[in-house]
């Protein structure tokens, strides 16, 4: 199945993501705790993944994304966690990697 390693977690985290599953619901079924103000609504940026590989797997960009792209508030490279899905046909090999950014980091988790 394919990967989602969390890299600046520690330690870090390796989720498994099924074809058409979002990211935050890979990482919640994975156990891990994820910043999700909005309830996974596309309505903040709290659940923000640094993308660092990988991005091709996803799905595009979805309208909160774009959104949040034009007031400057996703920077390149970064996607939702909660609207980042991955395509159907992603192959089972595929790998995506990303880190935590600073202002989605949980007090009670450690990170590099
Ligand atoms: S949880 Fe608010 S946008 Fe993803």
Redesign the pocket.
Known sequence: MPTLDILNQRPPARVYVAPGQTL?AAIQAAGLDWM????????????RLNLLGGAEHLAPYTA?EVRFRTMGRLPDASR????AQLLPNTPSTAELCGTVPPEGRLPHLAYT
Request: with cysteine; charged share 10%; proline share 0%.
């Open positions: 935050l999700h103000a909005c309830g996974a609504r596309g309505r903040c940026t709290t659940c909160a939702l966690a909660c609207q």
